[in-house]
């Protein structure tokens, strides 16, 4: 009896050795399982933050292109003093602007324009404006001071000036746009404005 209950206790004992080691063996092939998929998922997301690294260093490059691409455009020599804040500046930026007929300066000649107040500078403005519109080949000068000529909140010694350079550049595309705008400025309360218009308007007709 007593080695029966031995052989019973024996057989216990192995059977829980066995059941351990089945649980511990599936924990190890779970845990090894887990493992890889750890692993493919870190993998994985490597690849992607490369791949972003690649993208992104891609844009980057695309900006900086862009970017050469606008610096290298051609800049008017005329430019640095046409940006400058010093009216004295500005007024030798429009002289060489106009004396050279540089129509790399247009821009600035037109922004200088729009955000300047001093006369001696528009005056200066205006007639690099002209002078360069006297090639013919700038629509963009002429169509300019057609917009200021016709401006009516322009200072009255700016806008004679306007007007006597949108005649200046006229061409026969421009010439009946030029002669509705010289009609408005003939009803001006300036008198001066309004005489000047109207005598200019007669020129123009009468050609």
């Not at 970017?67 to 940006?83: G, H, I, Y």
């Not at 804040?85 to 429009?94: E, L, P």
């Not at 010694?157 to 030029?178: G, H, N, P, W």
């Amino acid at each position: 009896m007593i080695r029966k209950n031995f052989f019973l206790h024996l057989l216990c004992v192995l059977t829980l050795v066995l059941f351990s080691t089945s649980v511990f063996a599936n924990s190890d092939v779970n845990m090894t399982d887990e493992s890889a998929q750890v692993q493919d998922q870190s993998s994985d997301d490597q690849s992607a933050e490369d791949q972003n690294s690649v993208d992104q260093s891609a844009d980057n490059d695309e900006a900086t292109k862009a970017t050469e691409t606008v610096e290298s455009k051609p800049e008017s020599k005329c430019s640095a003093d046409l940006r400058s804040d010093s009216v004295t500046d500005q007024v030798n930026g429009a002289k060489c602007a106009g004396q050279n007929k540089d129509s790399k300066a247009i821009a600035d000649l037109l922004n200088l324009l729009q955000n300047q107040d001093n006369p001696t500078v528009a005056t200066e403005v205006f007639i690099a404006l002209a002078q360069i519109g006297e090639t013919g080949e700038n629509d963009e000068v002429t169509n300019a001071v057609i917009n200021l000529a016709a401006n009516e909140s322009l200072k009255p010694a700016d806008r004679y000036i306007a007007i006597a350079a949108m005649v200046a550049l006229r061409t026969d595309s421009t010439k009946q746009q030029i002669i509705d705008t010289l009609s408005n400025a003939e009803q001006s309360d300036d008198t001066l404005l309004s005489d000047l218009a109207a005598k200019l308007k007669a020129l123009l007709e009468k050609g």
